[in-house]
């Protein structure tokens, strides 16, 4: 595969946040359709790993459904550092993931030093690209892996952009997004300087609460799979096994009156 990127993504469309929710099969992605999410990361076993690649028929049907689905390429659960074969075997993922449908994908590697691994990244950049130029590349939350051992966000991000990548998922470096989100503003800043090419979305503990506050620290997209919690109020607790329908319309309409307030002052000119 190609070693380099020719060039980056454009910068950042100040079109307003957006809502992708992440799911595990169709039925999944007819319930983000319904609430308007924008799109949505298409993974399988959530619960149990925090998501692994899915199946070749979840993805073809999945993408049968209308709405853009990025596919989570993530060959095995834990650390995000990949022996060469694993690097083979993610690329003929994207690859497949790409052919089978998906309008992105969703993948993250780290190098010896705990930051994003350029090289690898910019290898499957280029397996994304010459499969389907137009399709978005999200670094996931390997990202919070990065920044937990100690590497700079703005380092990080810059990487990223060299590699090619549309987005990044993160919580800020925290449990979720509640203990980040201190971070997270600081990334959205950081990112209009280091990597401006790069969207910031937030992931990672979401709840309805929280997605006002996101939203107005400036991230381009607010990632949530819209299941409850079981436990206790300030209880951590364990997410339910499927998304709730009314928490997913609750947060969509949340993300959407913040678009509206942002079009509105577009049109104002201020």
Known sequence: MAGTVSSGPLPVARSGPQLELAVENADGVRLAMSVGAARVELCAALAETEGITPSIGTIEQACSQGLP????????PG?????PGELDVIERDVAAALRAGAAGVVVGVLGSDGGPDVPAMRRIVAAVRAVRPDAEVTFHRAFDAALGAGVDPAEALFRLQQAGVDRVLTSGGGADCAAGMEMLAR???QGRRSAPSVQIMAG?????????????AGVHAVHTSARPRHGNAGDSGVRAGAADPALAARMAAAVSAK???NEGLFLDGH
Do not use: W
Request: glycine share 6%.
């Open 187 to 189: 990334i959205v800043q």
């Open 69 to 76: 689905v990025h596919v989570l390429v993530r060959p095995r």
């Open 79 to 83: 650390n995000f550092v990949y022996a």
């Open 204 to 216: 990672g503990g979401v709840t309805l609460a929280l997605v006002p506050s996101l939203l107005d």
């Open 259 to 261: 678009k509206s307030m």
